[in-house]
């Protein structure tokens, strides 16, 4: 079960630096630029910080910014999102992915029940 931050504390989004907040506009951006309708979520009990949609799929869209090890520095959060996606915790199907601005290069995964898988080719 994803742990969320209490009643006035901040989330990881809320304390995170410019070049996190920056790398969520700039994921959006990619992803209007890709065709799809994205919004940002707010609020501290969120699971996504994108949701995106267009005529084939929806993606909830976890951005994180990583200076060395990539997704192995995300684990819990991976572990997190494999249980939901296995749970099947939402409606229909949506897409969840991990994307990781790694020294400004995207690193994209697509969350599975069993963990991430890296995504090859362009973003979305």
Not at 7 to 33: C, H, K, P, W
Not at 41 to 57: K, L
Not at 84 to 93: A, L, S
Request: include cysteine; charged fraction near 20%.
């Amino acid at each position: 079960m994803p742990s969320y931050p209490a009643s006035g504390e901040e989330s990881d989004m809320d304390n995170a630096g410019r070049g996190e907040r920056v790398s969520g506009y700039t994921a959006r951006s990619l992803l209007i630029a890709a065709g799809f309708t994205a919004e940002k979520v707010t609020g501290c009990s969120r699971i996504f910080d994108i949701i995106a949609w267009n005529h084939d799929e929806i993606i909830g869209l976890v951005i994180r910014t990583s200076r060395s090890k990539g997704i192995s520095d995300f684990s819990s959060l991976v572990a997190e999102l494999g249980n939901i996606v296995q749970k099947r915790t939402f409606p229909g199907e949506i897409h969840i992915r991990i994307w990781i601005l790694q020294s400004h290069e995207w690193k994209q995964y697509r969350v599975l029940p069993g963990g991430a898988i890296a995504c090859s080719g362009g973003l979305v």
